[in-house]
C-alpha cells in the first residue's frame, strides 16, 4: 500500500503533454500480433500492469515477445503452433486481458487455467463465457463458471449469431477472436456501437471481417503480422483535459491522443458543458484517428449524460463526475449501470469520495446526481485499488482548500506509471 498526500497547487496548469499509448489498443495490438504469423512492430505501447498481464499469458502460449521500452516486437509461428501452457494464466487485475483471452483460449484445442487477483476474481466473466459455451467451449469454475478461477477446455467452435445483451466491447471482441478458429460465420449484433479498435485491427491483420451498421460478421482464418503504432490513450488523457477545464488560468495541449469516434464521449459532452476544447493536426495511423487537443479553463454548466453516448466514455465517468462538480447547476448521468462491476463499484466510490471532499453527489441506480458547483475540501480518501478512483482524487486535490491524502495509490501503475510526474510537469 502506498498512499500519498498530495497539497492543493493554487497554480494554473500549462504546457504540453505526450499521452500514454492507449491501454485498450495496446491489448489488442499484443494479442493480434501474437495470434498471427509472422513479424508484429508495436510501437508506443502502454507498458502499464494490465497490458503486460497480456504479454505474459501469451509468452506461456510460447510466443516470443521483446520489449525495448516502448516497443514490442512479437515473433509468432501463428496460433496453431501454440503450446499448451504448464502453468495458470495469471490475469492480475486485468479485466479486459481476462474477458478478451477467454475468448482465445476458448479457441485453443488445450487445456487452461486462469486466474486474477482478488479484485478480478469478484467481477464476472458471464457475459462472454455463456456465448463461448454456445459455441462449444467448455468452462468449469464458481457458479457454474462465471467467475474466476477457471479451467478451459478450448477447441472445436461452431460460428453463431449472438446479439450481445450489454453494451460491451470486451464482449464484442471476445466473440470476435474466439470467430476465429470457429467453423462457420460468426455473426455479432451490438446494441449500440462500442469502441471499435478489435474491427479496426483485424482488418489491418487481415481477418475475413465485414461490418454494416451494429453488425460484425467474421469467419475463421490465419492472420498475417503488421505493424502497429498505439495512438495516445484518450482515456489517461481524460485527466488532463479535466484539470484544465478546472483549474482556473489553464491553457494545456496533448499531442497525438486517440480520436476513435466510439471514444470521444468526453469531448462531446464537454463540449456541450461550455468546455473551450480545440482539436488540431488530426491524421490516421494504423487504421485510428489521432490528434492534439487544447483545453483552457472556462466557466462550465451542468448537463445530462444518457443513453447510446455511455459506451463512449463509461471510462471517463468517474471524473466527468468531478468537472461537473465545477460546473454551474445540476448534471445528472444516467444508463450506466455498468460503472458498478469495474475495478470497484465506481458509482459508489466515486459519490463516496467526493462527497467526503464536500461535493453534493447522489448515487442512483445507473448513475449519479451532481449538483454544483461546489468548493472541495481537503481529506482522506480511498483509491478503492482503482486506478481511475485514485487519479480522479488527483486531479480534485488541485482545487481542494487543503490537502487530500489518498490511501493508496499503487493501482495508478496499472494504466498511467508517470501520471504524478506528468501532473506536476504541468502545474505552473
Do not use: W
Request: charged residues 20%.
Amino acid at each position: 500500500m502506498k498512499n500519498m498526500k498530495l497539497t492543493p497547487s493554487l497554480r494554473s496548469l500549462t504546457g504540453e503533454l505526450t499521452i500514454p499509448g492507449d491501454k485498450s489498443i495496446s491489448h489488442r495490438a499484443v494479442i493480434l500480433g501474437s495470434l498471427a504469423e509472422g513479424t508484429t512492430k508495436i510501437t508506443n505501447f502502454l507498458n502499464g500492469e494490465d497490458c503486460l498481464r497480456t504479454v505474459a499469458a501469451f509468452r506461456l502460449l510460447g510466443v516470443e515477445i521483446g520489449e525495448e521500452g516502448s516497443t514490442l516486437h512479437i515473433h509468432s509461428n501463428g496460433y496453431s503452433k501454440f503450446n499448451e501452457p504448464t502453468e495458470p494464466i495469471y490475469f492480475g487485475n486485468s479485466g479486459t486481458t481476462a474477458r478478451l483471452m477467454l475468448g482465445v483460449l476458448a479457441g485453443l484445442p488445450f487445456f487452461t487455467v486462469a486466474h486474477g487477483d482478488a479484485s478480478l476474481t469478484k467481477r464476472p466473466m458471464d457475459r462472454v463465457v455463456v456465448p463461448l459455451k454456445e459455441m462449444g467451449a467448455s468452462f468449469n469454475g464458481r457458479n457454474n463458471g462465471n467467475y474466476l478461477p477457471l479451467a478451459i477446455n478450448g477447441g472445436e467452435l461452431k460460428g453463431m449469431q449472438y446479439t450481445i445483451p450489454v453494451k460491451s466491447a470486451q464482449v464484442k471482441s471476445a466473440l470476435l477472436f474466439a470467430g476465429l478458429f470457429a467453423d462457420g460465420i460468426t455473426e455479432i449484433i451490438e446494441p449500440a456501437a462500442t469502441r471499435n479498435h478489435s474491427e479496426n485491427m483485424l482488418e489491418a491483420f487481415g481477418a475475413n471481417i465485414t461490418r454494416q451498421g451494429n453488425q460484425i460478421n467474421i469467419n475463421n482464418g490465419q492472420l498475417k503480422a503488421t505493424d502497429v503504432h498505439v495512438p495516445g490513450d484518450i482515456s489517461s488523457a481524460a485527466f488532463f483535459i479535466a484539470a484544465a477545464a478546472i483549474v482556473p488560468e489553464s491553457n494545456v495541449t496533448l499531442i497525438n491522443v486517440g480520436l476513435n469516434e466510439t471514444r470521444t464521449g468526453i469531448i462531446d459532452v464537454l463540449t456541450d458543458m461550455g468546455a473551450s476544447i480545440t482539436i488540431s493536426n488530426k491524421q490516421t495511423v494504423s487504421g485510428e484517428t489521432i490528434g492534439d487537443i487544447t483545453i483552457k479553463h472556462q466557466n462550465l454548466r451542468g448537463t445530462v449524460i444518457e443513453g447510446d453516448i455511455i459506451p463512449r466514455l463509461i471510462d471517463e465517468l468517474p471524473i466527468i463526475a468531478l468537472i461537473a462538480t465545477q460546473a454551474e447547476g445540476k448534471t445528472v448521468i444516467r444508463d450506466a449501470a455498468e460503472l458498478r462491476l469495474k475495478e470497484t463499484d465506481r458509482i459508489d466510490a466515486v459519490a463516496a469520495g467526493l462527497t467526503q471532499l464536500g461535493a453534493n453527489i447522489e448515487p442512483t441506480e445507473d448513475g449519479m446526481i451532481i449538483h454544483g458547483a461546489n468548493q472541495l475540501n481537503g481529506g482522506f480518501v480511498s483509491s478503492y485499488n482503482d486506478h481511475r478512483i485514485a487519479m480522479m482524487h488527483a486531479v480534485a486535490s488541485l482545487i481542494a482548500n487543503d490537502d487530500v491524502t489518498i490511501d493508496d495509490v499503487s493501482s495508478v501503475a496499472i494504466s498511467y506509471p508517470n501520471f504524478f510526474r506528468d501532473l506536476e510537469s504541468i502545474c505552473n
